[in-house]
């Protein structure tokens, strides 16, 4: 059976390929054992968050690139990572995980998906960062704010007056 250029099937295939191109560049070819076999574990972690994503499972995909990421850290996973996190909205949280991937320490030995991984990263995170909300919290009046005045975010993060923060919109 021919395949479609372009089709799910082919695009999932020519993903794949680079995922593991770029895992099998990020060590060196003397690698022991263990390190093969966290390639391997890696990879096989990768390729089925490619698959839940391509199923529509964005949380149990970024779930497995996560943990594909932990196993052997790579800009290309972590560039998933981060369309993961586009897909679901929390554009703070993939605007900083592209900035991981951006800047990445590959080993001088890593081959071309790697760098690529490093520069689609870099645009599709210049992307995202344009499109997060920026928020200023002031306090009217003469007064500075009262001692111990603790403001948060969605639960989270204490932000202080006066000073610009970025924020999912």
Do not use: N
């Not at 993903?15 to 560049?25: E, F, K, N, P, Y």
């Not at 760098?115 to 007064?143: C, H, K, P, S």
């Amino acid at each position: 059976m021919a395949r479609r250029h372009g089709s799910t099937r082919h695009g999932r295939w020519v993903t794949g390929l680079c995922l593991v191109a770029s895992l099998l560049t990020l060590r060196p070819a003397s690698a022991g054992a263990d390190e093969a076999s966290q390639r391997r574990e890696a990879t096989e972690l990768a390729d089925r968050g490619q698959e839940s994503l391509e199923r529509g499972d964005v949380e149990g995909a970024l779930a497995l690139f996560r943990r594909a990421s932990q196993t052997l850290p790579s800009p290309a996973i972590l560039l998933f990572e981060a369309r993961c996190l586009v897909k679901l909205g929390r554009l703070l949280e993939a605007s900083e995980t592209y900035r991981r991937a951006e800047t990445f320490a590959l080993p001088p030995t890593a081959g071309g998906g790697a760098r690529e991984a490093l520069t689609v990263a870099r645009d599709e995170g210049a992307q995202v960062r344009a499109r997060l909300a920026r928020l200023t919290v002031i306090i009217a009046g003469d007064q500075s704010p009262p001692s111990g005045l603790t403001l948060r975010l969605d639960g989270q993060a204490a932000i202080s007056p006066g000073v610009e923060r970025a924020v999912d919109p």
